[in-house]
Nanobody, 122 residues
């Protein structure tokens, strides 16, 4: 079971990036998939989640209206479209899988992917 996150990079404030989370060894739509991030010197925080059963989406207040999570079951991939990026969005972003309750409420997903670095700077 592996989750592979990609798409990070350097972007100017106000710019956009799209992160991808590809799964191997299991079917993504069997799980809720979430994105977390960890900035230097800070604790890891949740960002967004898409549930497995009904594709409901959830966002932290800090990213609402700017980030959009989506799922492409044919590609076994979940995306995080990030618009209007701010310097405070700079972090390593991780994707994770699990039940919605464990992932979003308990913040304890079953599976973690490796991170991808997003740097927002002029």
């Amino acid at each position: 079971v592996q989750l592979q996150a990609s798409g990070g990079g350097l972007v100017q404030p106000g710019g956009s990036l799209r992160l991808s989370c590809a799964a191997s060894g299991f079917t993504l739509d069997d799980y809720a998939i979430g994105w977390f991030r960890q900035a230097p010197g800070k604790e890891r925080e949740r960002v967004s989640c898409i549930s497995s059963s009904d594709d409901n989406t959830y966002y932290e207040d800090s990213v609402k209206g700017r980030f959009t999570i989506s799922r492409d079951n044919a590609k076994n991939t979940v995306f995080l479209q990030m618009n209007s990026l701010k310097p405070e969005d700079t972090a390593v972003y991780y994707c994770a899988a699990g039940s919605r309750f464990k992932l979003w409420v308990l913040r304890k997903p079953t599976y973690w992917g490796q991170g991808t670095l997003v740097t927002v700077s002029s």
